[in-house]
């Protein structure tokens, strides 16, 4: 069974970093992909960013473009969403998600419908 698990909350100011981890087990097998999304309140799930690990591609959404940077670390079986100078419009509850299937054509999807597990999220609140 896939289980996947962020960490990494937290309250910083405009222009400030913070990294959340995903720390990911169960997967089956190279065919899979692990995304970032995120849920602000009253508006619907975002794909963020993801990375393939059949392939290690990347995917970010324009608005977090040059901002955001997804990384993996396979000896931790974690994935990283580093993110600089953020902004109060970055705050929402972040989630990760996984799926463990072989994709054509390869990469990672930032669209929800796509995986098939998720974390329980992690809150990330900025302040202006």
């Known amino acids: 069974e896939v289980q996947l698990v962020e960490s990494g909350r937290g309250l910083v100011q405009a222009g400030g970093s913070l990294r959340l981890s995903c720390a990911a087990s169960?997967?089956?097998?190279?065919?899979?992909?692990i995304g970032w999304f995120r849920q602000a309140p009253g508006k619907e799930r975002e794909g963020v960013s993801c990375i393939s690990g059949s392939d290690g591609s990347t995917r970010y959404a324009d608005s977090v473009k040059g901002r955001f940077t997804i990384s993996s670390d396979s000896a931790k079986n974690t994935v990283y969403l580093q993110m600089n100078s953020l902004k109060p419009e970055d705050t929402a509850a972040y989630y990760c998600?996984?799926?463990?299937?072989?994709?054509?054509?390869?990469?990672?999807?930032?669209?929800?419908?796509?995986?098939?597990?998720w974390g329980r999220g992690t809150q990330v609140t900025v302040s202006s």
């Open positions: 998600a996984g799926l463990n299937r072989r994709l054509y054509p390869p990469g990672c999807p930032l669209f929800a419908a796509e995986y098939d597990y």
């Open positions: 169960g997967f089956t097998s190279d065919d899979y992909a």
